[in-house]
């Protein structure tokens, strides 16, 4: 398609009128760097350059669920922890030659994503567009409370940092979550929590594929759930708080060696020359 087509169906989009379906499928076939070819042209499209990004992310997210999926379960959980990044797409302004261009971002796969691909495959009913809906009667976890344990932790981790720093921990609203005596998971001393995190793991993981958790790698996950923000300790949620559980996990497979880099200007590496 000419620039001139692919403005006007752009311009019936905007104006919610129907397009043909010559027009739609000329639409839906458009590359990112057809995307970024108009932004160089100086076309307000970002919204739609940085949704037609997202939609290509969102198809590579799901080939790389169903490759993991396709897998037997320890076969799957061994890759899943040792890979589970993919790249997203993004189209974004090259400071250098003031040019829009495609790039690859580093992603890491949720557990939670592919959970979700996993009962979508096993789905039992659609939605009123057809699409299949999540089963949830089943998990690709070990325990099916998994996540109900996760945040019993999560909960335990934010009254540990609180108890740190003198102040108050968020009320836990979570009447599931409020059981931990009957799972076990009462406590937020260090030893309590390094218990914890390995019957999360234990969890979601089959045993073949966990190495065995230990208290640095609760200062990790710790580390890894908040973030401050003027005078508040800000705690992140359940997928962001999976994401850095898993990522202990590899690291324990891996020699258990932990990266700290820095933005700071003192820890700044000067270039040669």
Not at 11 to 23: G, P, Q, V
Not at 118 to 142: D, F, H, L, R, W
């Amino acid at each position: 398609m000419t620039k001139e087509n692919i403005m006007s169906i752009i311009s019936k989009i905007r104006n919610a009128k129907e397009l043909t379906s010559e027009e739609r499928k000329g639409y839906e076939e458009m590359s990112l760097q057809d995307w970024a070819d108009l932004l160089n042209a100086g076309e307000k499209v970002q919204d739609l350059s940085d949704a037609a990004a997202k939609k290509e992310t969102e198809k590579i997210k799901a080939a790389k669920c169903a490759e993991f999926l396709s897998m037997d379960k320890e076969t799957m959980f061994t890759a899943f922890i040792e890979n589970p990044f993919y790249m997203g797409k993004r189209i974004q302004l090259n400071k250098k030659t003031n040019a829009f261009a495609v790039v690859d971002v580093k992603r890491q796969l949720s557990f939670y994503d592919l959970e979700r691909a996993y009962q979508v495959q096993n789905s039992k009913e659609t939605n009123e567009k057809g699409e299949a809906m999540p089963n949830k009667t089943v998990t690709i976890a070990v325990n099916a409370h998994y996540d109900c344990l996760l945040r019993m932790f999560l909960d335990n981790i934010c009254r540990a940092i609180a108890d740190e720093v003198k102040t108050s921990a968020p009320e836990l609203t979570d009447t599931t979550a409020a059981h931990k005596k009957e799972a076990g998971m009462e406590g937020f001393g260090l030893t309590k929590l390094e218990e914890q995190l390995r019957k999360v793991c234990a969890a979601v993981c089959p045993e073949s594929v966990l190495p065995k958790m230990l208290k640095v790698d609760v200062k990790f996950v710790e580390y890894a759930a908040t973030r401050v923000k003027y005078q508040s300790i800000q705690v992140f949620n359940e997928k962001a708080m999976m994401n850095a559980i898993f990522m202990a996990i590899k690291t324990r497979k891996e020699g258990g060696k932990y990266e700290m880099i820095s933005r700071a200007a003192c820890h700044r590496v000067k270039k040669e020359g």
